[in-house]
């Protein structure tokens, strides 16, 4: 009876949804005729300038989530676990695990909850619409803030490839990071708003980014704004999914070629890192930078836990009656994460430029050096090759040199500090007397 109020209750949901989606649908493709080639125009959110926070629909679908889960797992315990005692202790012990993870979903839809009431329904709101590629995106983001964050906001823009494969149970979503750029507003910076706070917002978009585009309904490109503080009590951190788009203010090729590095990826005065990663020194033979070994350690924590996993799951099943296919998987995919973590705990790159460029890559120092002419480079830019977690995650830069035989060579593994990154491709490109753009932003 439990199990039938249970998925009655989410067959009525679904019918509530699929009926609330066609009404959606329907006013989407009137929009669509109306302006076919404005997309920005296709949400009411966009159209209007006040683009909505995810916050609140982020907590309905974790409380959603989590009551479900909660319903199925509890009563699978209640009904089973002292079943489970008296013969199979072990999967008693076990079967408790989904219950456990069903108290952290509560958890976390409280602290949504919380963050929802004490900031309220936030909006940011744009100076102009859409946010074009080339030029800029700007404006302000209305909040209400009951303790003053003291240490300031962290604004945070990124351009994200999110696809998801398969079906059903089986459906998997992945988010990369194809770009990002992060700014840092002091308290004196925000000022009293409608709302309670005005925030203000300005990042420039580079030229040959990728735009706002939904290439189906399993594919799609979309840029995300957020904002983060840490206050007492709940931190701030909102989240808007923003458009920017190609339009007739966009730069041209031969406009970016022949203006001032505003439209370049690195802007030619990138300032040092407060707290530098890699060395920098002088040396008999030019300049050094010095990638050293077991520079995130995080990383490397988590690539070395899951190399773990998968290798001793592949073991396990190589002992057991499982078909060969699944030993195969996961003990190639525990080979695979033990080489990412032994490049992140023990690689190292040394870098010299003077009259030429050296390279030498190996680990813990060792490794053949190679010569590079200087007018042989035709480019160094970055390039994010990694990340941590989805959209919100934490992405990784290398550094990439271009000969001018189309050749790449890595100067510089998993950074993770973006001003970093743009200091060292700055210094770079200006002792080997690079003067071609910036770092592409997420093109396809």
């Known amino acids: 009876m439990v199990f039938g109020v249970i998925f009655s209750g989410v067959g009525f949901g679904l019918m509530y949804l699929a009926i609330a989606g066609n009404k959606s649908y329907s006013r989407q493709l009137n929009?669509?005729?109306?302006?076919?080639?404005?997309p920005w125009l296709w949400r009411e959110d966009w159209a209007a300038g006040r683009v909505k926070s995810r916050t609140e629909g982020n907590m309905v679908?974790?409380?959603?989530?989590?009551?479900?889960?909660?319903?199925?797992?509890?009563?699978?315990?209640?009904?089973?676990?002292?079943?489970?005692?008296?013969?199979k202790p072990a999967a008693a012990f076990f079967a408790l695990l989904f219950p456990a993870a069903g108290i952290c979903l509560l958890v976390y839809s409280i602290r949504q909850t919380i963050r929802f009431i004490e900031f309220g329904k936030t909006c940011f709101e744009m100076a102009s619409v859409p946010g074009v590629i080339g030029r800029e995106l700007q404006g302000t983001i209305q909040a209400r803030f009951p303790h003053s964050p003291e240490h300031g906001v962290r604004l945070r823009l990124s351009c994200v490839h999110r696809v998801t494969t398969g079906s059903g149970n089986s459906s998997t979503t992945t988010e990369n990071i194809l770009w990002r750029d992060d700014a840092e507003l002091n308290a004196g910076q925000l000022c009293a708003g409608p709302a309670g706070t005005t925030i203000p917002v300005a990042f420039h978009i580079p030229f040959d980014a990728q735009p706002t585009e939904k290439l189906g309904p399993r594919d799609e490109f979309l840029w995300l704004l957020e904002a983060m503080a840490a206050v007492p009590g709940v931190d701030y951190h909102d989240a808007f999914e923003v458009p920017v788009f190609r339009t007739a203010q966009s730069p041209s090729a031969a406009e970016v070629a022949s203006s001032e590095p505003a439209f370049a990826g690195h802007a030619?005065?990138?300032?040092?890192?407060?707290?530098?990663?890699?060395l920098v020194r002088p040396v008999a033979e030019g300049t050094e930078f010095y990638f050293p070994p077991a520079r995130n350690k995080s990383f490397g924590f988590s690539t070395t836990l899951f190399a773990a996993i998968f290798g001793t799951v592949g073991y396990f099943l190589t002992h057991s009656r499982a078909p060969f296919i699944f030993p195969l998987a996961f003990g190639g995919f525990g080979v695979l994460l033990t080489y990412i973590s032994v490049k992140v705990w023990l690689g190292t790159t040394r870098v010299v430029i003077g009259s030429y460029m050296t390279l030498q890559s190996g680990y813990l120092g060792s490794g053949s050096n190679r010569r590079i002419e200087l007018p042989d480079i035709a480019n160094i830019t970055d390039r994010i090759t990694a990340q941590q977690g989805g959209g919100n995650g934490t992405p990784y830069y290398d550094i990439e040199m271009t000969t001018r035989d189309g050749k790449k060579l890595t100067l510089g593994r998993t950074l993770r500090d973006k001003q970093e990154t743009e200091w060292l491709v700055s210094e770079m490109r200006r002792l080997a007397g690079v003067k071609g753009m910036g770092a592409a932003a997420g093109t396809r």
Not at 31 to 38: K, T, V, Y
Not at 61 to 86: D, E, G, H, R, Y
Not at 268 to 278: M, V
């Open 31 to 38: 929009l669509q005729g109306e302006h076919p080639s404005e």
């Open 61 to 87: 679908m974790s409380w959603v989530f989590a009551i479900f889960w909660n319903l199925i797992s509890w009563t699978v315990a209640i009904f089973a676990i002292p079943q489970a005692l008296k013969q």
């Open 268 to 278: 030619s005065g990138a300032l040092p890192p407060q707290q530098p990663t890699i």
